[in-house]
């Protein structure tokens, strides 16, 4: 079992910046890779970013492409996500998330935190 939560939402106006973290407790070694998803009222959940866990490639979404950054601190099991140039249409609720594979598509996922909400005013 890992598990997952996460910290760092809030409500920001459009254009600015929030970093959200998550911390990862219990069976790390099963660790491949972290990331977020996020889910906006009405829409489905979608992927945002991922990270390995040994190996730190990234992979971000396009629809936040330039302006998301995802890293990480092994030594504090923590996956961070720092978003700037926030849009409104990037508010939702965010979900950390862990995966024994190599790719980090929904239904692979192992764990999901709790979520974190980010809203963005215009």
């Known amino acids: 079992q890992v598990q997952l939560v996460e910290s760092g939402g809030g409500l920001v106006q459009a254009g600015g910046s929030l970093r959200l973290s998550c911390a990862a407790s219990g069976s790390i070694f099963s660790i491949n890779a972290m990331g977020w998803y996020r889910q906006a009222p009405g829409k489905e959940r979608e992927f945002v970013a991922s990270i390995s866990w040994r190996g730190g490639s990234t992979y971000i979404a396009d629809a936040v492409k330039g302006r998301f950054i995802i890293s990480r601190d092994n030594a504090k099991n923590k996956v961070y996500l720092q978003m700037n140039s926030l849009k409104p249409e990037d508010t939702a609720v965010y979900y950390c998330?862990?995966?024994?594979?190599?790719?980090?598509?929904?239904?692979?996922?192992?764990?999901w935190g709790q979520g974190t909400q980010v809203t963005v005013s215009s």
């Open positions: 998330v862990t995966t024994r594979s190599v790719t980090m598509r929904k239904d692979l996922v192992d764990y």
